[in-house]
């Protein structure tokens, strides 16, 4: 029979966690970026973005000798340029736009549940990891933990790359976390309301356009004839976007952005749209991407950059884009909201 002493001395042993306040964790993941604006720094994010099959589906072997025969080699120096055109004093304005809305997230969260909830942020590709970042909640003593990708339409490409990431995560945990994922939030009353008080506050100050258009990211057609729900919720975003603002349907358009190769990408193409529309006489273009909880890249470069010299080009006179909602309280009271509900049957659920 055991002796006390040798009872004692297992107990010891327990992990650290195992005596820390039993607490929840809400993980904030978006994509990720460079950590500069350099070739050099593009190489590893391209090669773990790009090199993920929910991202692009090709047979491994025949990508991997594409991704690192061609793409690798080419690709870096120009993503450089393009990120070097939005790169701050303060580095990434993905990094720091979602590190920005992870402390305001907590800062409400702590208003209304005082101590019950930590807020973390990590990012799919690049730093902060998503594993690091879960076993640093784990040795920080959260027990429970809602995932909540930002990203308010669910794909495969995106959501669905948190979820592998996650999970990969919780292998080598020998006492992994009681978990909860938020697919997506689409259609969520209180996040319409705030990409739509978002827009209003812009025209408020800055005028209204002749049209609105809203670029949603693409994805490759084929993943939606496979069951990707994408599509369909960027619809349902648009259109429930377009009631609140009380257009009519002609003053909003939906166009897709950022395709690469020569698959058939969703379309209609941004491109493309802002071109026919200054053909087509609009003079004064507004943009706006609900796909996008922060402003990155593919907001600040490819929208407000690149394609504003499209719509010019072509005859239109200003594209104006409409900031991302960022940090901002809309956006910060809407998640917190949606952690809220999501969070319901667990004790932090109690105020």
Known sequence: MPSSNHYTGVASQSDATSIQPVQAGVLLVNLGTPTAPTARALRPYLAEFLGDPRVIDYPRWLWWLILHGVILRLRPARSAHAYARIWNERGSPLRCGSEALAEGLQDELNRQRPGKLRVALAMRYGEPSVARTIEQLQRAGVRRLLVLPVYPQYSATSTGAVIDAVADALKSMRWPPELRFINDYHDDPAHIDALATSIEHWWAANGRGEKLLLSFHGIPERYVQLGDPYL?????TARLLRER??????SLVVSFQSRVGRERWLHPYTDATVRQLAADGVRKLDVACPGFAVDCLETLEEIAMQNRDFFIAAGGESLR???????????????????????????????
Do not use: F, K, M
Request: net charge negative; charged share 20%; aromatic share 4%.
């Open 232 to 236: 369909d919720q960027c619809q349902t």
């Open 321 to 351: 884009y409409i900031p991302a909602l960022n940090d901002s309280v809309e956006q910060v009271n809407s998640l917190a909201a949606l952690v809220n509900r999501h969070i319901e049957g667990w004790p932090e659920s109690i105020a």
């Open 245 to 250: 603002l009380q257009l009519d349907e002609n």
